[in-house]
């Protein structure tokens, strides 16, 4: 058996236009928690 390209994803960076929106789609649709917030990063 091979092994796994990939075992573990530890970030995925995507660039938005509008901050807030990509937070409603990164909470909402992707449910994912809010960690941590700068002025122009969230994670």
Request: with cysteine; aromatic share 6%; proline share 2%.
């Given at each position: 058996?091979?092994?796994?390209?990939?075992?573990?994803?530890?970030?995925?960076?995507?660039?938005?236009?509008?901050?807030?929106?990509?937070l409603?789609?990164?909470?909402?649709?992707?449910?994912?928690?809010?960690?941590?917030?700068?002025?122009?990063?969230?994670?």
């Amino acid at each position: 058996m091979t092994e796994p390209l990939i075992e573990k994803v530890d970030c995925v960076q995507l660039s938005v236009d509008d901050l807030e929106s990509g937070l409603s789609f990164y909470r909402d649709k992707l449910r994912l928690e809010l960690l941590w917030r700068t002025e122009d990063e969230v994670g």
